[in-house]
C-alpha cells in the first residue's frame, strides 16, 4: 500500500478563549447561549490517503479505489458529536419535541427518489415515542437529527456568529466534507481505526473498547432508558480515548452527517473534494452505538436519505472555508 503523504501540518494546542473569535491554527471553545460551550479542534492542511486497501478486513466495495486527497486549507472540527445540550442552546427544541414532532407529522418529504411520511418509512408507531428514544441528558450527542436538520443548526449558528462579529472571514458553520472527516479521523494514521488495526474476536475488537463506543461495548455498564435487548444508546459525550488531534468519539456513538451526497470513488487524486453535484443519499461516517466493529474503521462509509433521523445518527460541528451553497 502507498504511504500516506506526510503534508500534514501540526495541530496546535493553543487554546483560544471562550467567546473570542477563533484563530487558524488555534483550538478554541464556542460560546453557545445558556452558558453552554463547543470545543472546536483545528484540523491544519495536508495529504493521505482516503479509502481502505482490498487487505484490510471488514473492507466494503465502496471503499476503493483508495485515492490521494489534498486538503490545502485547515480548518476546525468538533471536538465532540453536538450534544443534547448544545442542539438545546442553538435550536430551543428538546429531543423529545423532535420525537413528538416527527411521529406527529404527515408531510410527505422525499425519500430514495419518491414522496414518502418518514415515521411510515421508519416505521415507527405514532403513539411510542419510547420505543424509539433513549436517553434525554445534555451531556448526550443529539440523536434523531436529520441532515436537513444538521444543517439548519450550521446555517443558524453561522448566522447568530456573523452577527456578533466572531466568524473569522471566508469560514462558515457547516458539515464536514466527507474528506475531512475521514482526514480528521485519521490523524495521521494507515490503520483500519487510529487506534490499530480492528482484530475481532467474536463481536469485540479490544482496539475499539479504548476509543469507541459500538455494539461490542455499549451495553455494558449502560443505566436509563435503552434500546434493544440487552438494552443499550447513545452515550456521554467525550468519555473515550481521542485521537492524536484531540477528537473524541470519531468511531462509534452516533454515525455523523457529512456533507457530501454518496457516490463511488474514482481512484484520481482529488484536491479539496466536495463530492458529487447531486444524489439521492448523504454520506454518514463512524458507526454507532449500534453498529459492529467494522463499521468504526476510519474508511468505512454509509449512506442515508436526508430527512432520515433515528437514535442511531447525529453529526459533528464543522468551521470550514467557504464553499459553493449545497443543494438540497
Not at 414518502?116 to 445534555?138: T, V, Y
Not at 483500519?192 to 461490542?216: C, H, I
Request: aromatic content about 8%; some cysteine; glycine content about 10%.
Amino acid at each position: 500500500m502507498r504511504r500516506i503523504l506526510q503534508l500534514i501540518l501540526p495541530v496546535s494546542i493553543t487554546l483560544a478563549a471562550a467567546g473570542q473569535s477563533p484563530v487558524p491554527g488555534q483550538s478554541w471553545s464556542l460560546r453557545l447561549p445558556d452558558s453552554k460551550i463547543l470545543g472546536m479542534v483545528w484540523v491544519g492542511k495536508g495529504s493521505f490517503l482516503m479509502g481502505s486497501p482490498l487487505s484490510e478486513p471488514g473492507r466494503k466495495e465502496d471503499e476503493g479505489p483508495q485515492m490521494t486527497v489534498t486538503l490545502t486549507k485547515g480548518y476546525w472540527m468538533g471536538r465532540t458529536e453536538v450534544t443534547i445540550g448544545q442542539w438545546k442552546a442553538v435550536m430551543h427544541t428538546t429531543i423529545r419535541e423532535k420525537v413528538l414532532n416527527l411521529l406527529n407529522d404527515t408531510t410527505p418529504v422525499d425519500i430514495e427518489g419518491k414522496k414518502q411520511i418518514l415515521r411510515e418509512f421508519m416505521r415507527f408507531k405514532r403513539d411510542q415515542p419510547d420505543r424509539i428514544m433513549a436517553g434525554e441528558s445534555d451531556s448526550l450527542p443529539m440523536y434523531f437529527v436529520s441532515w436537513n436538520e444538521a444543517m439548519d443548526f450550521c446555517n443558524t449558528l453561522t448566522q447568530n456568529e456573523r452577527s456578533a462579529g466572531r466568524l473569522p472571514a471566508g469560514y462558515e458553520y457547516t458539515l464536514p466534507t466527507e474528506a475531512q472527516w475521514e482526514f480528521a479521523c485519521r490523524a495521521g494514521t494507515t490503520t483500519a481505526s487510529f487506534a490499530g488495526p480492528v482484530t475481532m474476536v467474536g463481536k469485540v475488537a479490544q482496539v475499539l473498547d479504548r476509543v469507541a463506543w459500538y455494539a461490542g461495548n455499549s451495553a455494558i455498564g449502560y443505566s436509563g432508558r435503552g434500546l434493544g435487548a440487552p438494552p443499550a444508546g447513545p452515550r456521554a459525550s467525550g468519555e473515550k480515548r481521542p485521537n492524536a488531534w484531540g477528537l473524541q468519539d470519531m468511531p462509534g456513538n452516533l454515525w455523523e452527517w457529512c456533507r457530501d451526497w454518496y457516490g463511488p470513488y474514482t481512484g484520481r487524486s482529488l484536491t479539496d473534494p466536495i463530492g458529487p453535484a447531486s444524489g439521492m443519499d448523504r454520506v454518514n461516517r463512524g458507526g454507532s452505538w449500534g453498529s459492529g466493529a467494522n463499521d468504526s474503521r476510519s474508511a468505512n462509509r454509509a449512506k442515508n436519505p436526508p430527512a432520515e433521523m433515528s437514535a442511531y445518527r447525529g453529526f459533528r460541528l464543522a468551521l470550514c472555508p467557504l464553499q459553493s451553497p449545497v443543494a438540497r
